[in-house]
Each structure stands twice: as C-alpha cells, then as structure tokens.
C-alpha cells in the first residue's frame, strides 16, 4: 500500500528539516517547501493527502494557500501551523476550511495525533464518497434490470418526469420493483442531494402511523417523553415515498391532503406550524379508483399525488427480462455465500421462464437465494428449485390436470388452457411481442391474437 503523503509549507528551512525527519519516522512520505507560491503549484502536481501550512509567510499567508489548496482539491485537509495561535485566526482557518491548527512549538506526539486525525477524516470522506457512488449506481436507470418492451417504455416515462416536480403514483403488483423505481427517480432528479425518505403505510396503525409522519411534542401523549420530529421534516426539500398508500386510513388521508394542499403541518401535541417543500411519490397494489367508488379514498387526494402515473409491469409480462434477473441474483448471492456458481441449467431455466410468478421479481430474487444454498455443484438445477415450482404451470399458475379425476370436457378445456397460454407466451417472446410477426408466424389473424391477449391479460409491452 502507497505511504500517505504530508506537505509541509514553511519558510524555515530548520523548521522542514524537523519536520521531515519527524513525519518520515511516523511512518508517512514527506514533502517540504519553503516558497508558498511553488508549493502551491506542488499541490496540484504531487496531489499530497495533507497539508500542513504556516499562517505567517511572505508572499502568501497560510490562509492564502488554504483558499489556492481548496481550489485545487475541495476535500484535501489542511492543517494551519501558528506561533501566533489567537481565538480570532483560529476561527478565520477552520471558516476558510481548514481542518485543525496547531501551535508552534509542538511536539511529535502532538503532530502525530493531529496528523492521524487528518487521516481518519479524510478516509471517512473518501468511504461516503464511494457509498454515495454506489447509491446512485445502485438506483440509476441503467441498474434495473431488463430488456423487455415492457420495462423500457416504463423507464422512458421514467426518464422524462425524473427532473420535473410532479407528484408521481407507481401502479404495480407486489413485488415488481415499486420501491426500487421510486429511488431511481429521486437519484435522477434535482432533490438526489436531499433525503428520500420511505414509508411503509401498510405496516403500522392509524396512530403510530401518525405519530410517525407528523411526529410529537413532549408530553402530547402517554409515552411521549421527549419532542420527536416526523417523517415529514425529513423529507423536507427531498422525496417523500408513501409505499402501499392505499392503506392510509380516511382520518390520515385528510391530515395528508391538508399537508399537501398547504405545505405545512403541526406536530402532534404541537401548536407551531412547520413549513415543508418535497415532491410525494407513492405507491400501491390497490386499484384506487375503484377504492374512491368504495369511499375508501379520498378523491381529492388522489389527484394530489396521481399528477403522472406510472405502471410497472408484472414479471409474466416481462418474460425475456428473467435470465438476465436470474443471472443478476445468481452473481449476487454466490459472490455472498462464497460459492463457487455460475451457471444456470436449461431445464432450470426452462422451468424459471414458464412459471406464472404471482411474487414477481421480488420471488424470483428469493427463488434465486434458496437455490444458491441447496446448490451442490457449479450449476443451479431443476433439483434446486423449490418443488411448487416444478409442480406448477406457467401463466396463471394452473396445475396438471389430472385426467382421471375430471371429466372429459373439464381436462380438455383446463389443458386447452394451459396450452394456450404457454404457447401465446412462447410465441411472444419469440417475435419480440410484436402482433404483427405473432400472427404471421402462427397463421392466424390479428383478432385472434387481440382476443387470447385479452383473455389472459396479456397487454403489457404489446406492439403493433
């Protein structure tokens, strides 16, 4: 591993030479300069992970170089050496951005302490750094996973409403990647600097549901023992991610409309009303429509948050995106176990691309794990899916017939089924789901491939 490097800017040349035998037994490559204009031009060529400056030199001051230094590298430390170490110079430094000061003379215990804390600190930059890199990799556009139609005419709408300030409502079955969609367009978006804040709505009561968005003064009710700030002060100048919102009670759902209508809110037990500015995406399985019909919710919420809709199709619907999931889970998890697995076998996969999937991408991620851990050899198998998966058959999961137990037109019309299914599946898939090749290839009109498309629900990611 390279040696940390520490420049020491100092117009006595008897002060570097200290300098530099001390920092050189510590452990650390040392430079040293005495002229602060050439040292600066140094900073930019030999990149040194700290810098120590004096405050006092001619032609530049230490504060000087600090400003050049930032300039050149805005994360690089620097360190202020001071004979003349006052409350005010101190305060000017560390305003200006530097990291610490220390006071001539100094020991080498003291320049070795403050030397590691310079360290720590900029290792601690560089990891959240690299964390940051890998969220917004993570939650980029071109990290969800697939090729289909389907999925790119999702990202499309996707892409283009990233950077407006529209409130956004994601439609899809549990499972296809709601959440993961969510953070791809608060990362994209102008608030990706500010907090994406999630909400699970289903998993809490009315109450602590509340408690949890608004939050609470002291003593505002039994147990509420300090003042604690809600959700919603927290999302303030970021995303708001309201997941299963169709499960928010009427009573909430009114509190949440009047949050959004006037962009303040109180806390419980409080009387001060605290301002808010974030852009709500929510999400549901539910069709909310038809919930608003049941009186279930309230209609004027519901074009608050549905300024733009988006639909996430479910995995059936996306049925060449599944090797490539698979492969991406199958990498993930055997890099995680330490085992040594890359393949998947043709029947497994065979197997994978016919079942219905009612978990959607989130089951096949699972499906995926518990493969990885019963697996044996270099190749996931049939052996190492669960047995429902073997057992069941494709779209709308209909098992075998068995044809001892129905009657004759029963297993003739369920097996009809079964066929139709696969085969439209298969057929799809093949033409690269478009209508017009489908047809041509099965010799049959367009209308029958419209009318088994509207019988299984098969409509997702269709062209022409």
Same mark, same amino acid.
């Given at each position: 591993?390279?040696?940390?490097?520490?420049?020491?800017?100092?117009?006595?040349?008897?002060?570097?030479?200290?300098?530099?035998?001390?920092?050189?037994?510590?452990?650390?490559?040392?430079?040293?300069?005495?002229?602060?204009?050439?040292?600066?031009?140094?900073?930019?060529?030999?990149?040194?992970?700290?810098?120590?400056?004096?405050?006092? +030199?001619?032609?530049?001051?230490? #504060?000087?170089?600090?400003?050049?230094?930032?300039? $050149?590298?805005?994360?690089? #430390?620097?360190?202020?050496?001071?004979?003349?170490?006052?409350?005010?110079?101190?305060?000017?430094?560390?305003?200006?951005?530097?990291?610490?000061?220390?006071?001539?003379?100094?020991?080498?215990?003291?320049?070795?302490?403050?030397?590691?804390?310079?360290?720590?600190?900029?290792?601690?930059?560089?990891?959240?750094?690299?964390?940051?890199?890998?969220?917004?990799?993570?939650?980029?556009?071109?990290?969800? =996973?697939?090729?289909?139609? /389907?999925?790119?005419?999702?990202?499309?709408?996707?892409?283009?409403?990233?950077?407006?300030?529209?409130? $956004?409502?994601?439609?899809?079955?549990?499972?296809?990647?709601?959440?993961? $969609?969510?953070?791809?367009?608060?990362?994209?978006?102008?608030?990706?600097?500010?907090?994406?804040?999630?909400?699970?709505?289903?998993?809490?009561?009315?109450?602590?549901?509340?408690?949890?968005?608004?939050?609470?003064?002291?003593?505002?009710?039994?147990?509420?023992?300090?003042?604690?700030?809600?959700?919603?002060?927290?999302?303030?100048?970021?995303?708001?991610?309201?997941?299963?919102?169709?499960?928010?009670?009427?009573?909430?759902?009114?509190?949440?409309?009047?949050?959004?209508?006037?962009? &303040?809110?109180?806390?419980?037990?409080?009387?001060?009303?605290?301002?808010?500015?974030?852009?709500?995406?929510?999400?549901?399985?539910?069709?909310?429509?038809?919930?608003?019909?049941?009186?279930?919710?309230?209609?004027?919420?519901?074009?608050?948050?549905?300024?733009?809709?988006?639909?996430?199709?479910?995995?059936?619907?996306?049925?060449?995106?599944?090797?490539?999931?698979?492969?991406?889970?199958?990498?993930?998890?055997? &890099?995680?176990?330490?085992?040594?697995?890359?393949? #998947?076998?043709?029947?497994? +996969?065979?197997?994978?691309?016919?079942?219905?999937?009612?978990?959607?991408?989130?089951?096949?991620?699972?499906?995926?794990?518990?493969?990885?851990?019963?697996?044996?050899?270099? /190749?996931?198998? /049939?052996?190492?899916?669960?047995?429902? =998966?073997?057992?069941?058959?494709?779209?709308? +999961?209909?098992?075998?017939?068995?044809?001892?137990?129905?009657?004759?037109?029963?297993?003739?019309?369920?097996?009809?089924?079964?066929?139709?299914?696969?085969?439209? +599946?298969?057929?799809?898939?093949?033409?690269?789901?478009?209508?017009?090749?489908?047809?041509?290839?099965?010799?049959?009109?367009?209308?029958?491939?419209?009318?088994?498309?509207?019988?299984?629900?098969?409509?997702?990611? =269709?062209?022409?």
């Amino acid at each position: 591993m390279d040696k940390k490097c520490v420049f020491v800017i100092d117009d006595e040349k008897d002060f570097l030479e200290n300098c530099l035998r001390l920092i050189t037994k510590q452990g650390y490559a040392c430079l040293t300069e005495s002229d602060p204009e050439k040292a600066i031009e140094r900073i930019g060529a030999e990149r040194p992970d700290i810098v120590l400056t004096d405050l006092k +030199m001619p032609k530049k001051d230490g #504060i000087e170089v600090l400003k050049e230094a930032k300039k $050149i590298d805005p994360e690089i #430390i620097v360190i202020l050496l001071t004979g003349y170490a006052t409350v005010q110079s101190a305060v000017e430094a560390i305003k200006e951005g530097a990291f610490d000061y220390i006071q001539k003379p100094f020991s080498a215990d003291q320049l070795r302490v403050v030397i590691e804390r310079a360290l720590n600190q900029k290792r601690l930059l560089e990891e959240n750094r690299n964390l940051k890199m890998q969220l917004e990799t993570a939650y980029s556009f071109e990290n969800i =996973i697939g090729t289909s139609v /389907a999925l790119k005419n999702v990202l499309e709408v996707v892409k283009k409403v990233a950077k407006s300030e529209a409130n $956004i409502l994601i439609l899809g079955e549990s499972g296809t990647g709601k959440e993961l $969609i969510a953070r791809s367009i608060h990362t994209n978006s102008n608030h990706f600097k500010r907090s994406f804040v999630p909400v699970d709505c289903a998993s809490l009561p009315e109450n602590l549901l509340e408690s949890e968005l608004f939050g609470h003064e002291k003593g505002s009710f039994t147990g509420a023992h300090i003042t604690r700030p809600g959700l919603l002060e927290f999302a303030n100048d970021g995303t708001l991610f309201l997941d299963e919102i169709g499960d928010i009670s009427l009573n909430l759902q009114g509190k949440l409309l009047r949050v959004l209508q006037e962009k &303040n809110f109180r806390r419980i037990g409080g009387r001060k009303l605290i301002d808010v500015n974030f852009r709500v995406i929510s999400a549901t399985n539910k069709d909310l429509r038809e919930a608003i019909k049941k009186r279930e919710f309230r209609e004027e919420l519901y074009y608050r948050i549905n300024v733009i809709t988006i639909i996430l199709p479910p995995l059936r619907e996306r049925l060449g995106d599944i090797p490539l999931i698979a492969y991406h889970y199958l990498r993930h998890f055997a &890099n995680l176990n330490k085992k040594n697995i890359s393949r #998947i076998s043709p029947e497994a +996969m065979r197997l994978l691309e016919n079942f219905y999937w009612p978990g959607n991408v989130r089951e096949l991620q699972n499906i995926i794990e518990r493969a990885i851990s019963f697996c044996d050899g270099d /190749a996931i198998t /049939a052996d190492d899916l669960p047995e429902y =998966i073997k057992e069941k058959i494709s779209e709308g +999961m209909i098992q075998r017939p068995e044809i001892s137990e129905l009657e004759f037109k029963k297993a003739r019309s369920e097996w009809l089924e079964v066929f139709e299914k696969n085969y439209l +599946m298969n057929l799809l898939k093949k033409c690269d789901y478009n209508i017009s090749k489908a047809a041509k290839l099965a010799a049959v009109d367009r209308k029958s491939i419209h009318r088994w498309l509207k019988k299984y629900k098969m409509t997702m990611g =269709i062209k022409e």
